[in-house]
């Protein structure tokens, strides 16, 4: 297998990473987490623009009625433009001492946003999940850097990844009522790997 990289955009991000394809657009949204941007790319134009500067944004997913959702270091947000925006949850996870201080971010297919938090120095951080209503389940607590999440095609996994542990974790996902138990290592590196 043959392939192809090519450099879209140079802006000088800092951490530049969570890019998403907007199949109806053809464009990648991409954030600079510790810079605080977000950016809209048009490969086809070879154009790519911020759209947001300010608020650093871990993650973020396309709403079904337009804009995004940011799961950010101030909350979770509702976001059409720096302009228009509202705050849906921000402070302490429910239930729990940890802030709301999102690093990676992915959305479920019931159009829930599932969020890893980096609130707590790498020690104590915690997976949960926004659901529709804007309430909050808890759905892991312990991690140390969630940075990676996802459910697979069929919708019968949730993945989720703890860099720092350097451990991917599979869930047994059910999608009838979004209930995510039964977790166990998928895949652990050694210590050669950094």
């Avoid at 402070?91 to 479920?108: C, F, L, P, Q, Y």
Wanted: proline content about 4%.
């Amino acid at each position: 297998m043959e392939y192809h990289i090519e450099k879209l955009a140079s802006p000088n991000a800092v951490v530049g990473e969570g890019p998403v394809w907007n199949p109806i657009e053809k464009n990648i949204y991409w954030t600079d987490i510790y810079g605080g941007k977000l950016f809209k790319n048009n490969p086809e134009r070879k154009s790519n623009e911020v759209i947001h500067d300010g608020v650093q944004v871990g993650g973020f997913r396309f709403n079904e009625s337009g804009g995004l959702i940011l799961g950010s270091w101030e909350g979770i947000i509702l976001w059409n433009s720096d302009e228009d925006f509202k705050i849906i949850k921000q402070g302490k996870i429910d239930g729990t001492e940890i802030n709301i201080r999102v690093n990676d971010a992915t959305s479920g297919p019931d159009g829930s946003f599932y969020c890893g938090t980096d609130a707590t120095n790498w020690t104590n951080d915690v997976v949960f999940r926004i659901n529709p209503d804007h309430s909050i389940n808890v759905i892991d607590e312990g991690v140390k850097l969630c940075n990676g999440m996802g459910i697979s095609p069929d919708e019968t996994i949730f993945y989720t990844t703890d860099s720092l542990n350097k451990t991917i974790y599979q869930w047994d996902y059910n999608k009838n009522n979004k209930d995510i138990s039964n977790k166990r290592v998928f895949v652990k590196l050694d210590d050669q790997y950094t």
